[in-house]
């Protein structure tokens, strides 16, 4: 299984980015995908996660009301839709795979993608 992130890029406090996640597993549609994010110096923290059907997503307290978590089943992708952006969401940006649930548990998740940057300048 191979998770190949990407849409990270520069951009300014206040501005949009849409993160993608193309998945290359046949079990896709029945995988529970989430978002993770790590700055320099920090943790990798959670930020978002969705159902293998799409019908529930969890969010981060930081980024709820903010972020957007989405999947196309038929394009084997994982979305996160970023609004309103500030300078503390400036990170590298990892999608990441497992079966069964939602966790924010980075252990949890088995597959993990290489990460894009997100960098949000003030």
């Known amino acids: 299984v191979q998770l190949q992130a990407s849409g990270g890029g520069l951009v300014q406090a206040g501005d949009s980015l849409t993160l993608s996640c193309v998945v290359s597993?046949?079990?896709?549609?029945?995988?529970?995908m989430a978002w993770f994010r790590q700055a320099p110096g920090s943790e990798r923290e959670f930020v978002a996660a969705?159902?293998?059907?799409?019908?529930?997503?969890h969010y981060a307290g930081s980024v709820k009301g903010r972020f957007t978590i989405s999947r196309d089943n038929a394009k084997n992708t994982v979305y996160l839709q970023m609004n309103r952006l500030k300078p503390e969401d400036t990170a590298v940006y990892y999608c990441?795979?497992?079966?069964?649930?939602?966790?924010?548990?980075?252990?949890?998740?088995?597959?993990w993608g290489q990460g894009t940057l997100v960098t949000v300048s003030s």
């Open positions: 597993s046949s079990t896709f549609s029945t995988d529970y």
């Open positions: 969705i159902s293998w059907n799409g019908d529930n997503t």
């Open positions: 990441a795979a497992k079966y069964l649930s939602i966790s924010e548990r980075p252990p949890t998740y088995r597959y």
